[in-house]
């Protein structure tokens, strides 16, 4: 859990050392990360999510920081090196992000809405049918 993780607050390695132990799996280093992509997720979804509460905020930005590790740990491999590795770290995250966004959006917009008006009394002859079906 993100909440559990004491990062270093400063990490001496140069990219290369910290891909390397990103790819090891060094606990340290994946603890750095998730800390770094929680804060900027979290004003990532602040910036766009006024209308919820912190605690919403907290809850979504831990679960698209999750996610975004889970991304970033697939994709490792395709780093390249052509810029900072934390800088390639947070554009996953935050394309990780603007999906979960998106999915919630569409979501709720083609949710199912309740039925606003009643559909009219049953006719008598479907009711004796389907109460001697349960007879």
């Known amino acids: 859990m993100i909440e559990s993780v ?4 400063v990490w001496p390695l140069d990219d290369g ?3 390397q132990k990103l790819v090891e799996r060094n606990d340290n280093a994946w603890a750095y990360l998730q800390a770094q992509l929680l804060v900027w997720v979290s004003a990532h979804l602040r910036a766009r999510l006024h209308w919820m509460s912190h605690e919403q905020i907290g809850e979504w930005a831990g ?3 999750q996610a975004a590790c ?3 740990l697939a994709r490792l491999h395709l780093y390249r090196g052509e810029g900072p590795l934390l800088g390639w770290c947070r ?3 935050i394309n990780v992000t603007n999906d979960w966004m998106r999915r919630d959006r569409r979501d709720r917009l083609f949710a199912p809405s309740p039925l606003q008006e ?4 049953v006719d008598d002859s479907t009711n004796q049918v389907e109460l001697a079906g349960v007879a």
Not at 6 to 9: D, Q, V, Y
Not at 118 to 121: D, F, I, V
């Open 6 to 9: 004491n990062p270093p607050s």
């Open 118 to 121: 009643e559909s009219g009394p």
């Open 70 to 72: 889970l991304h970033i």
């Open 17 to 19: 050392h910290l891909w």
């Open 63 to 65: 679960e698209c920081t």
């Open 91 to 93: 554009v996953v995250s």
